[in-house]
């Protein structure tokens, strides 16, 4: 995870930063998209691409502040096996990762309870990272799910999980892939709740990423 990280990163800095500072643009602060509208969210959020590390505890990166105006955090399930996994790389490469990720019931203020889920997934470098990323975004482009773009290295999905509407959030940074999905309860309109998944997966995406991030590694990136 050493050597070829420096450059793993450079060629990935192309993508500027992902879009995980689009994805908190619906207003994961609790603005409600207005005077600073989608790009004013998106600039205050961007970073260059950096290196991450894997947790034990990926459910305490959500906790401290609530996940869109109004809901708090409930209950929570880690999921972090330690060992790392071999993915299927490009040119027969078996690049290594680590996973982390947190199941986690909302309530909302109206008493209704809502589901959030994350898994972020640590590469060795940059480059296999990217490619996992782009074989994701093909595959549900291949399956009808049409990817909607938030940035060049993000894009969103409709999700379902039994008749509950959410909306699910894929984006890749640096040595990260994170998936983020919120689903609304039983009964919710997708129309009716967009704005409040889009709220939900951003301030995850967002804290998720800010808490994996090695801050002292991507610092001297420009």
Same mark, same amino acid.
């Given at each position: 995870m050493h050597g070829s990280r420096g450059a793993a990163l450079r060629r990935a800095r192309s993508a500027a930063l992902i879009g995980l500072a689009v994805a908190v643009s619906a207003g994961c602060s609790g603005g409600d998209g207005g005077a600073g509208g989608r790009n004013g969210a998106a600039e205050q959020t961007a970073r260059p691409p950096g290196t991450h590390s894997w947790t034990s505890r990926p459910c305490a990166l959500l906790a401290g502040a609530a996940p869109a105006e109004g809901f708090t955090l409930g209950s929570t399930t880690d999921s972090a096996p330690s060992d790392a996994r071999e993915d299927i790389g490009e040119n027969g490469a078996r690049p290594l990762y680590?996973?982390?990720?947190?199941?986690?019931?909302? +309530?909302?203020?109206?008493?209704?309870?809502? #589901?959030?889920? *994350? *898994?972020?997934?640590?590469? =060795?470098?940059? =480059?296999?990272?990217? %490619?996992?990323?782009?074989? +994701?975004? $093909?595959? $549900?482009?291949? %399956?009808?799910?049409?990817? =909607?773009? &938030? %940035? $060049?290295?993000a894009y969103a999905i409709p999700a379902d999980d039994q008749g509950r509407p959410g909306r699910t959030l894929l984006l890749w940074?640096?040595?990260?892939?994170? *998936? &983020?999905?919120?689903?609304?309860?039983?009964?919710? *309109?997708?129309? $009716?709740?967009? #704005?409040?998944?889009?709220?939900? &997966?951003?301030d995850a995406a967002r804290r998720t990423e800010d808490g994996l991030r090695d801050h002292d590694a991507s610092s001297s990136a420009p």
């Amino acid at each position: 995870m050493h050597g070829s990280r420096g450059a793993a990163l450079r060629r990935a800095r192309s993508a500027a930063l992902i879009g995980l500072a689009v994805a908190v643009s619906a207003g994961c602060s609790g603005g409600d998209g207005g005077a600073g509208g989608r790009n004013g969210a998106a600039e205050q959020t961007a970073r260059p691409p950096g290196t991450h590390s894997w947790t034990s505890r990926p459910c305490a990166l959500l906790a401290g502040a609530a996940p869109a105006e109004g809901f708090t955090l409930g209950s929570t399930t880690d999921s972090a096996p330690s060992d790392a996994r071999e993915d299927i790389g490009e040119n027969g490469a078996r690049p290594l990762y680590r996973q982390t990720g947190c199941l986690a019931d909302l +309530k909302a203020p109206d008493g209704t309870f809502w #589901k959030l889920s *994350t *898994t972020a997934s640590v590469y =060795e470098d940059a =480059e296999p990272a990217r %490619h996992a990323y782009r074989v +994701k975004e $093909d595959l $549900d482009r291949a %399956h009808g799910r049409g990817p =909607e773009k &938030v %940035h $060049d290295a993000a894009y969103a999905i409709p999700a379902d999980d039994q008749g509950r509407p959410g909306r699910t959030l894929l984006l890749w940074n640096g040595d990260l892939v994170l *998936t &983020v999905s919120a689903y609304a309860p039983h009964g919710s *309109t997708e129309h $009716d709740v967009r #704005k409040e998944l889009e709220r939900i &997966v951003g301030d995850a995406a967002r804290r998720t990423e800010d808490g994996l991030r090695d801050h002292d590694a991507s610092s001297s990136a420009p």
